[in-house]
């Protein structure tokens, strides 16, 4: 247990101090009536839910934030800290995870034990600020507890949308949106710093002048100034006193109120500026595609970057430091294109603003910045019209203009008269229409590029990154992407945690690779066997309470829980899965000996609002569901349900209640995917194709262990290249022409032979996604799968394998190689070597 306060015996009598720092029950006790009195003004006699909610919310904030005074003079006197730029952070419900890392789980079981308090009820009474869409935004989150936890001074910088992702509701299987009011009931884990605060600039036009040294100059006069305010978070590390910061912005008009219209009788043209500015942080982009053309998207993106840096400028200065040696002060990450921005915006704040010349503040500024791509679909690349551009940033337009022209220039230098490469590297695509391509010029303003996976970063190299990667080859390198342990293990599945720590020790909550290993000595160990079982059998059984109450359908949790969760994409294939099902049910039907298991299929995902077939995808598979539930010819041997709003709260029931994950993305197609890792470190079998991070964790947990099927990468490349025919798999296949006419008859839809006309479409005519060609290979490794889990104990040696071998899937491991590659700071915990900062 961590803590310079060693708990005191319950006896003592709680003295000042311990109140807001005490580790004993009795300390949290008498905090959390003191938080519902004076904090949250409530007398216990009619205090609700909500009320003992927040109470203990502050009660743990106040462990908290002694901490983070110490992180913070930590932060200022640490060399070289990390800064990690996303435009999105999904940290998940905070209260049960700051319980965790703090080590205070027990006495506060026992602080609310004696208040007449349910902790757990308390625990999932807390909603989930979804300032993400999907993996891109956990994983930014999942990487923040790993630098607390490594001890790293850290500085998560992003927005504080008022509205996160929308919460999603099932209406006759169609997804209805609805509006994420996470900010409702308050907050009570944000500190607002009205103090620390940074006026944006946005819009206007460029101008030439002479300063009083008689220099050519140019300025910036904007068309408008709004002001970005910080929200802070403290994020706990486990078992260490350091917490990292998550510092988020919120826009509002510089001056609330425009007095002069005002005093004029024009009520609303004086609050219209207010409102323009505080639109900016007003909402989450609900997409996990690409957004073209939106002026307020860039202008979201410019105002969390400038902010940021104008505040990693301010910090640096208050501990003495100068702009020339900001780059050993900072390493600073860009999570995805989405902050790229920060490159030109780097270089006007040195350059127009600090007066650094232009070579040393390029200089500095690709010391500082690296990038990490996470996806390699042609469409998802960042690109902005030229005339949106120079309309919101005038100034950073033709910043961008002159590092162009210095780059080209090299670049001619290199590959003489080879103006198709030129143009291929341009930060411009001078197509019909102009663009700015911001992974160019994240790509040009980095020291370091990495992908998400191994085979992902091949990828990058060999196709959308290419010609960077033959300029620059010293550049690249691979990080794959990793997951909490904490979260995704101890804290949403203690049971099976307690089980690992019986039987290795608890170090493979912060060392998991080596650590955990020892487990698979237990695999093939009958009492370790059942007690694991156990374990998976409850948490089964919660996940079908939940079902139950949230869908209405009853499910068996003795059958196999075969389970898909993430945004729905067609690239994902969620229907691929549903086509599996139809056949499933179909030789069910038929034969009614079949000898497989019981098998309920749970889905769980949103779909971009503007994304027409996600949608039906949706639809579709609750009118499977619809038909398949009430069928008693399959009663208890299939059930298909949809588990609305997945969403993190959600996910840390899901994952530890799955036997099989489904990883059936077309190859080449996921970058990475981290869901894929948190089924298989809850035990698990994973389903899957050869891509993102699954080819490497079928090395690591053995080719045995895992469930592989479809093309390769390469053969999806070659087959699209030699002309793909889909409508020649429907002709071949029986089963699969079988499983087509019925859905196309209307079986599925109430005799509506047009409702999934755009699904079976797409499959016959086109087929970006190759479902029909991984079909017969899909449902091969279906039925092998259908087959192990009837033999109970070898699943069980599997699952615990799986396990046993995934340590090396910890974002601790990813963070690591971070650290040493990439941005080169050291822990805290080497205070001796403290930051010798080599940028
Ligand atoms: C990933 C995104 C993404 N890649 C644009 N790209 C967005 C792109 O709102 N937008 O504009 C939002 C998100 N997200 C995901 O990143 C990959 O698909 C996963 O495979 C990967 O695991 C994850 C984290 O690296």
């Given at each position: 247990m961590?803590?310079?306060h060693?708990?005191?015996?319950?006896e003592?009598?709680?003295?000042?101090?311990d109140l807001?720092?005490?580790?004993?029950?009795?300390?949290?006790?008498?905090?959390?009536?003191e938080n519902?009195?004076?904090?949250?003004?409530?007398?216990?006699?009619i205090?609700?839910?909500?009320?003992w909610?927040?109470?203990?919310a502050?009660?743990?904030?106040?462990r908290l934030?002694?901490?983070?005074?110490?992180?913070i003079?930590?932060?200022?006197?640490?060399?070289?800290?990390v800064?990690?730029?996303?435009?999105?952070?999904?940290?998940?419900?905070?209260?049960g995870?700051?319980i965790l890392?703090?080590g205070?789980y027990?006495?506060?079981?026992?602080a609310?034990?004696?208040?007449?308090?349910?902790?757990?009820?308390?625990?999932?009474h807390?909603g989930?600020?979804?300032?993400?869409n999907?993996?891109?935004?956990?994983?930014?989150?999942?990487?923040?507890?790993?630098?607390?936890?490594?001890?790293?001074?850290?500085i998560?910088?992003?927005?504080r949308?008022?509205?996160?992702?929308?919460?999603?509701?099932i209406?006759d299987?169609?997804?209805r949106?609805?509006?994420d009011?996470w900010?409702?009931f308050g907050?009570p884990w944000?500190?607002?710093?009205?103090?620390?605060?940074?006026?944006?600039?946005?819009?206007?036009y460029?101008?030439?002048?002479y300063?009083?040294?008689?220099?050519?100059r140019v300025?910036?006069v904007?068309?408008?100034?709004?002001?970005?305010i910080a929200?802070?978070?403290?994020?706990p590390?486990?078992?260490?006193?350091?917490?990292?910061?998550?510092?988020?912005?919120?826009?509002?008009?510089?001056e609330?109120?425009?007095f002069q219209?005002?005093?004029?009788?024009d009520?609303?043209?004086?609050?219209?500026?207010?409102v323009?500015?505080?639109?900016?942080?007003?909402?989450?982009?609900?997409?996990d595609?690409?957004?073209?053309?939106?002026?307020?998207?860039?202008?979201q993106?410019?105002?969390?970057?400038?902010?940021?840096?104008?505040d990693?400028?301010?910090?640096?200065?208050?501990?003495?430091?100068?702009?020339?040696t900001?780059?050993?002060?900072?390493?600073?990450?860009?999570?995805?294109?989405?902050?790229?921005i920060?490159?030109?915006?780097?270089?006007?704040?040195l350059?127009d603003?600090q007066?650094?010349?232009?070579?040393?503040?390029?200089e500095?500024?690709?010391n500082?910045?690296s990038y990490?791509n996470?996806?390699?679909?042609p469409?998802?690349l960042?690109?902005?019209?030229?005339?949106?551009?120079r309309k919101?940033?005038?100034?950073?337009?033709?910043i961008?203009?002159?590092?162009?022209?210095r780059?080209?220039e090299?670049?001619?230098?290199t590959y003489?008269?080879?103006?198709?490469?030129?143009?291929?590297?341009?930060?411009?695509?001078?197509?019909?229409?102009?663009y700015?391509?911001?992974?160019?010029?994240?790509a040009?303003?980095?020291?370091?590029?990495?992908?998400?996976a191994a085979?992902?970063t091949?990828?990058?190299?060999?196709?959308v990154?290419?010609?960077?990667?033959?300029?620059y080859?010293?550049?690249f390198?691979?990080?794959?992407?990793?997951?909490?342990?904490?979260?995704?293990?101890?804290l949403?599945?203690?049971?099976?945690?307690?089980?690992?720590?019986?039987?290795v020790?608890?170090?493979?909550?912060?060392n998991?690779?080596?650590?955990?290993?020892?487990?698979?000595?237990?695999?093939?160990?009958?009492?370790?066997?059942?007690?694991?079982?156990?374990?998976?059998?409850?948490?089964?059984?919660?996940l079908?309470?939940?079902i139950?109450?949230?869908?209405?359908?009853?499910?068996?949790?003795?059958s196999?829980?075969d389970?898909?969760?993430?945004?729905?994409h067609?690239?994902?294939?969620?229907?691929?899965?549903a086509?599996?099902i139809?056949?499933?049910?179909?030789?069910l039907?038929?034969?009614?000996?079949?000898?497989?298991p019981?098998?309920?299929?749970?889905?769980?995902?949103?779909?971009a609002?503007?994304?027409?077939r996600?949608k039906?995808?949706?639809?579709?598979i609750?009118?499977?569901a619809d038909?398949?539930?009430?069928?008693?010819d399959?009663?208890?041997?299939?059930k298909?349900?949809?588990?609305?709003?997945?969403?993190?709260k959600n996910?840390?029931?899901i994952?530890p209640?799955?036997?099989?994950?489904?990883?059936i993305?077309?190859?080449g197609?996921?970058?990475?995917?981290?869901?894929?890792?948190?089924?298989?470190l809850?035990?698990?079998?994973?389903?899957?194709?050869?891509?993102?991070?699954?080819?490497?964790?079928?090395?690591?947990v053995?080719?045995?262990?895992?469930?592989?099927?479809?093309?390769?990468a390469r053969?999806?490349?070659?087959?699209?290249?030699?002309?793909?025919r889909?409508?020649?798999?429907?002709?071949?296949?029986?089963?699969?022409?079988?499983?087509?006419?019925?859905?196309?008859s209307?079986?599925?839809?109430?005799?509506d032979?047009?409702?999934?006309?755009?699904?079976?479409?797409?499959l016959?005519?086109?087929?970006?996604?190759?479902?029909?060609?991984?079909?017969?290979?899909?449902?091969?490794a279906?039925?092998k799968?259908?087959?192990?889990?009837?033999?109970?104990?070898?699943?069980?040696?599997?699952?615990i394998l799986?396990?046993a071998?995934?340590?090396?899937f910890?974002?601790?491991?990813?963070?690591?190689?971070y650290?040493?590659?990439?941005?080169?700071?050291?822990?805290?915990k080497?205070?001796?070597?403290?930051?010798?900062g080599?940028?």
């Open positions: 961590n803590g310079r060693p708990p005191k015996s319950d003592n009598p709680i003295v000042r101090e807001r720092t005490g580790l004993t029950a009795e300390a949290i006790k008498n905090d959390i009536l519902l009195v004076y904090v949250q003004a409530r007398i216990p006699k205090a609700t839910r909500n009320d909610y927040m109470a203990l502050y009660t743990v904030r106040d934030l002694e901490r983070w005074g110490m992180a003079e930590s932060l200022q006197q640490s060399s070289r800290a800064c990690y730029l996303s435009a999105e952070f999904l940290p998940g419900p905070h209260l995870n700051a890392n703090l205070m027990e006495q506060t079981k026992e609310t034990a004696r208040l007449g308090l349910d902790l757990d009820a308390l625990i999932s807390e989930e600020p979804g300032l993400g999907g993996e891109l935004g956990r994983l930014a989150a999942c990487f923040l507890d790993s630098l607390a936890t490594l001890e790293i001074p850290t998560g910088y992003g927005i949308y008022e509205f996160g992702i929308f919460d999603q509701e209406h299987g169609w997804q949106e609805v509006t009011k900010l409702a907050n944000e500190i607002v710093r009205p103090e620390i605060a940074y006026y944006v600039p946005l819009g206007g460029t101008e030439t002048y300063d009083r040294l008689g220099r050519f300025r910036w904007p068309e408008r100034v709004v002001k970005g929200h802070d978070t403290p994020i590390g486990y078992h260490v006193e350091n917490v990292a910061l998550l510092r988020l912005w919120k826009s509002e008009a510089c609330s109120f425009d219209a005002f005093n004029e009788g009520y609303y043209g004086a609050v219209e500026d207010k323009a500015s505080e639109t900016i942080s007003k909402v989450l982009y609900p997409n595609e690409p957004i073209p053309g939106k002026e307020l998207r860039l202008s993106q410019f105002f969390f970057v400038s902010c940021s840096l104008q990693m400028i301010r910090v640096h200065r208050l501990g003495g430091g100068v702009p020339a900001f780059d050993r002060r900072y390493a600073v990450q860009l999570n995805d294109t989405h902050p790229a920060a490159v030109a915006e780097l270089m006007r704040l350059v603003k007066r650094i010349d232009w070579e040393r503040a390029w500095i500024t690709r500082t910045f990490t996470h996806t390699l679909l469409e998802a960042e690109k902005w019209p030229l005339p949106l551009f919101v940033l005038p100034r950073h337009l033709e961008i203009f002159e590092i162009n022209r780059f080209l090299d670049v001619r230098l003489p008269g080879d103006s198709e490469r030129l143009r291929r590297l341009s930060l411009i695509e001078e197509a019909d229409d102009r700015v391509r911001m992974a160019n010029l994240a040009v303003g980095s020291h370091a590029i990495n992908g998400v085979l992902h091949d990828l990058l190299k060999e196709t990154m290419r010609d960077f990667y033959e300029l080859p010293e550049r390198l691979n990080v794959t992407n990793g997951v909490s342990p904490r979260r995704w293990m101890l949403c599945n203690p049971g099976m945690s307690g089980l690992i720590t019986d039987a020790g608890e170090n493979w909550v912060c998991s690779q080596d650590s955990i290993a020892g487990l698979e000595s237990f695999a093939d160990d009958g009492a370790f066997r059942e007690a694991w079982r156990k374990v998976k059998q409850g948490n089964k059984m919660e079908a309470r939940h139950s109450e949230r869908t209405g359908i009853v499910v068996n949790p003795e196999l829980f389970i898909q969760v993430k945004r729905i067609e690239y994902k294939r969620q229907h691929l899965n086509l599996h139809i056949s499933l049910y179909i030789r039907k038929r034969t009614p000996s079949l000898d497989v019981p098998r309920t299929v749970i889905f769980g995902g949103k779909a609002p503007g994304y027409a996600a039906l995808i949706i639809k579709f609750n009118s499977i038909v398949v539930n009430i069928d008693p399959v009663a208890d041997r299939l298909v349900v949809f588990f609305p709003d997945f969403n993190v996910g840390q029931l994952y209640a799955a036997d099989l994950s489904e990883q993305s077309t190859a197609k996921e970058a990475s995917g981290t869901g894929n890792m948190k089924f298989s809850n035990g698990a079998l994973t389903i899957g194709t050869l891509d993102g991070a699954n080819v490497e964790i079928r090395e690591a053995g080719p045995e262990n895992f469930l592989v099927f479809g093309l390769t053969e999806v490349t070659d087959l699209k290249m030699r002309g793909y889909p409508w020649e798999s429907y002709e071949q296949n029986e089963e699969l022409r079988e499983i087509i006419d019925l859905v196309r209307g079986f599925f839809s109430r005799g032979r047009d409702l999934f006309e755009p699904l079976v479409n797409e016959l005519s086109r087929d970006e996604y190759c479902l029909l060609a991984d079909y017969p290979s899909y449902l091969e279906q039925e799968a259908g087959k192990a889990y009837l033999v109970q104990g070898q699943w069980l040696r599997m699952s799986n396990v071998r995934m340590g090396g910890s974002s601790d491991r990813s963070i690591r190689e650290l040493d590659h990439i941005w080169k700071v050291d822990s805290l080497a205070s001796g070597s403290r930051g010798n080599r940028p």
